[in-house]
């Protein structure tokens, strides 16, 4: 009976014993399962985020979206048009703030949207080619030429890859690449740009237009365009779902790019209500003429005497006019509706040069000028159609 006792306790003694260390077993294969499955999963991320990489950077992944892309939209039938979206794309890409290489191709859709997406590809629809001029298409192209400066697509397209499906790319050798290839065209229909990005790439695309050829009134044109034809809010890309609360308004977009006029000008250009100030002077309210607005002559206007201040060639007495067309140190600044109208634009602008620059200018409006009644000049509205805008 001892013995029996002495065996029984023994074996409660042992498991008593041994349920530490059988527990504390258990633990550690659960935790070492865990710190491997974590780590799967970062190397699939990793792996992941490689190959977003080469598709984004490589000549390969440039090629692959570009096909991918003329599936989704198809590709306009338009030498002309082809020729004039690369022809820009070729101007922009020579300034200096842009760093990387894209393609660009129009695509026959007649609402009006620009995008670009993986693999530096942009596409234009023709709608968006038959609203603006090259002036405004080139800030819209480098509106999206900024986005792929930033890196906004390729990061935006890693933060919608989840980790079950990244192990699956991971995991699956060819058939990973062809869900690596389904991931980035559902992105391409459905890729979003936060406010900040937005505010970004409008920043970023005035430079690169200043750096430009280019009139820079076409930024704020461009917005006031196209907050014309759709109203306060538009969003760029296939989905054009919009979210308010994260796009800025089409008006703030323009004002903005006054704003930055103004700045690129040395705070001696400014535009409001479709006048046009130099240092604080009313110097010409431009009338509407053939497919332009006098809203959007203005910023053409403004824009060249921006980059004439910029550029240093303005001076005392340099404004003239001959016929009905006033000139800048030699550049054609606009055209008025006679010569009596263009002698007052050119003696306001005379008057203006000699005197300093503005206040600075609020970033969301621009700065509210004094009118000066004696100085203000109107077109006659009933001008004709075909009148230049600058």
Known sequence: MNKKLTAATLSIAMAVTMAPTVMQTASVNAASAAVQSLAGGAIAMAYVSTALNKMDNSAEGQQESLARTKEKTGYLNDSAAQERVNRIM????????????????????????AFATLGRVMSINKGALDTLDDDQLAYVMAHEISHGEHKDIINGAKKQIGLSTAVGIAAGGSEGAAILSNVAGNYLSNQVFTMSQEKAADELGFKILSESPYNVGGAAGSMAVLRNKVGEHYREGLSQVVAPNNHPKLSDRVNNNISRMYAYSGNHVNVSNGTVYVNGDNIYTPAGSGRYTGEERAYYMAGKLARLYHNNQITSGSASYSGDTVTVAGQSIVSTPNADVALQVATNLNNAFVKPAGAAVNAKKPVKVKQEKPKKVKENKKVKADKAKK
């Open 90 to 113: 070729k101007t922009l890409e020579a300034t200096p703030s842009v760093k990387r290489s894209y393609v660009v191709y129009a695509n026959p859709d007649e609402e009006f949207n």
